[in-house]
């Protein structure tokens, strides 16, 4: 049972560059959740993505941007990287009726901005 | 502002005792609770999830909810130097699959061998 994969592990970008992140979810998920999580403290909700379209977003300005593809990965595009932007990107996956959302996450992809 | 409130710790246990680790949470409308165990440089893994008041048990863990007071707690029995990781509560926002988890920031939990 393949589980949540994101791709890449690490990356380092610059102030100003723009990142594509990717996520597949788990198998047999449809929906899929964008977290960040900053050096010691818990993950913070960006948004969610179910059939191909934005559900609920979190308190993120407009530079963090997503996309669902009808295989149910997910991207998630930050624009105009700022330095506080460095963090863990985690995403998470859950089927969208099951009790409670319970939500699984990926390894998660590790930005630093520079 | 909805918010989990988790206290940061270390909260430190000798192997083989329990660790009881608690979180309050602000919205009343929530319905559904998590925990997740975090591991340094690693990301979250799913413990356990509650959606009813009382206790519910798996293995060496027991997560209590109490919706009245607005405080969910997980306790591990027979704790191990191998749980030993950072343990995120997490409310689901609202009264349906809304889909937002709110997180506290995660208490430190350290088993000495």
């Known amino acids: 049972d393949a589980g949540v994969t994101q791709s890449p592990t690490h990356l380092i970008k610059t102030r100003g560059q723009q990142v594509t992140l990717r996520c597949s979810p788990k198998?047999?998920?449809?929906?899929v959740s964008w977290y960040q999580q900053a050096l010691g403290q818990g993950p913070q909700f960006i948004f969610q993505?179910?059939?191909?379209?934005?559900?609920q977003r979190g308190n993120f300005p407009d530079r963090f941007s997503g996309h669902q593809f009808p295989n149910y990965s997910s991207e998630l595009n930050v624009n105009a990287l700022l330095l506080g932007d460095s963090a863990l990107y985690l995403c998470?996956?859950?089927?969208?009726?099951?009790?409670?959302?319970?939500?699984?996450f990926g390894p998660g992809t590790r930005l630093t901005v520079l | 502002q909805k918010e989990v409130e988790q206290n940061s710790g270390p909260l430190s246990v000798p192997e083989g005792a329990i660790a009881s680790l608690n979180c309050t949470y602000s919205d009343r409308g929530s319905q559904s609770f998590f925990w997740y165990r975090q591991y340094s440089g690693k990301s979250p893994e799913l413990i356990m999830f509650?959606?009813?008041?009382g206790d519910k048990e798996d293995g060496r863990f027991t997560a209590q909810l109490n919706k009245a007071s607005q405080y969910v707690s997980l306790l591990i029995r027979d704790s191990q130097p191998s749980d030993s990781a950072t343990y995120l509560c997490?409310?689901?926002?609202?009264?349906?699959?809304?889909?937002?988890?709110?997180f506290g920031q995660g208490t430190t939990l350290q088993v000495k061998p």
């Open positions: 998470a996956s859950s089927f969208r009726l099951a009790e409670g959302d319970t939500q699984y």
């Open positions: 997490a409310a689901g926002e609202g009264s349906g699959n809304t889909g937002k988890l709110i």
């Open positions: 198998s047999g998920h449809d929906t």
């Open positions: 509650i959606y009813s008041n």
């Open positions: 993505y179910y059939e191909e379209e934005e559900r």
